[in-house]
């Protein structure tokens, strides 16, 4: 904040030194305006107060154009300045996304284990085995390794030994074994 309000004045400064140098320029205009008027008239001023006001002029320039550098210099730190401040914002900002997001996929994930298990399972739940098979993996390395080389199987060859392939089309089921069970379908 402090260095925004610091390049708000630099910038004022900016262009009061622009207007400075314009007033500069109509100051030599109305001069030579004046000039010719009064020469019109027969009057012609001395050299000598031409020269002097030439040289007030030319020193004003080259104040003007100092200060000027000055500026430049100074607007050109605050804006790296406030660049850097507004890129520390933005990895702020990413971060804050990123963890929102991050909890956002962990509760998501906490309501599909409550939908499939339930609540906080006691110990002697029935279902904490199933809950325990589900998460297994999380846990262990072996286990993951062994239910990636489950998975795995199906991305071999259907002639590779450990494996077989994911069937082309529909699976269909087989018919019933019994009249007992076929009436049981129809239902």
Same mark, same amino acid.
């Given at each position: 904040?402090?260095?925004?309000?610091?390049?708000?004045?630099?910038?004022?400064?900016?262009? !009061?030194?622009?207007r400075?140098?314009?007033?500069?320029r109509?100051?030599?205009?109305?001069?030579?305006?004046?000039?010719?008027?009064a020469? @019109?008239k027969?009057i012609?001023?001395?050299?000598?107060?031409?020269?002097?006001?030439?040289g007030?002029?030319?020193?004003? @320039?080259?104040?003007?154009?100092? @200060?000027?550098?000055?500026y430049?210099?100074e607007?050109?730190a605050?804006?790296v300045?406030?660049?850097?401040?507004?890129?520390?914002?933005?990895?702020?900002? /990413?971060?804050?996304?990123?963890?929102?997001? @991050?909890?956002?996929?962990?509760?998501?994930?906490?309501?599909?284990?409550t939908?499939?298990?339930?609540?906080?399972?006691?110990?002697?739940?029935?279902? /904490?085995?199933?809950? /325990?098979?589900?998460? /297994?993996?999380?846990?262990?390395?072996?286990?993951?390794?062994?239910?990636?080389?489950?998975?795995d199987?199906?991305?071999?060859?259907a !002639?590779?030994?450990?494996?077989s392939?994911?069937?082309?089309?529909?699976?269909?089921?087989?018919?019933?074994? !019994?009249?007992?069970?076929?009436?049981?379908?129809?239902?």
């Amino acid at each position: 904040m402090a260095a925004d309000s610091v390049l708000s004045e630099v910038r004022k400064k900016q262009a !009061d030194a622009k207007r400075m140098l314009d007033i500069l320029r109509s100051l030599e205009k109305l001069r030579k305006l004046r000039k010719e008027a009064a020469g @019109r008239k027969g009057i012609f001023p001395e050299k000598e107060a031409d020269e002097v006001f030439e040289g007030h002029v030319e020193r004003l @320039r080259k104040l003007i154009r100092k @200060r000027t550098t000055v500026y430049d210099a100074e607007e050109k730190a605050l804006r790296v300045m406030l660049e850097g401040e507004q890129e520390e914002e933005r990895k702020k900002e /990413q971060e804050k996304r990123q963890k929102k997001e @991050r909890e956002k996929f962990l509760q998501k994930k906490w309501e599909v284990e409550t939908m499939l298990f339930g609540a906080e399972m006691h110990p002697d739940h029935p279902l /904490q085995p199933f809950k /325990q098979c589900y998460t /297994q993996a999380e846990h262990s390395l072996h286990a993951l390794i062994q239910i990636r080389r489950e998975w795995d199987a199906y991305l071999v060859p259907a !002639d590779h030994p450990d494996g077989s392939f994911i069937p082309q089309g529909w699976v269909l089921p087989e018919p019933p074994s !019994d009249e007992t069970w076929a009436s049981a379908l129809e239902k």
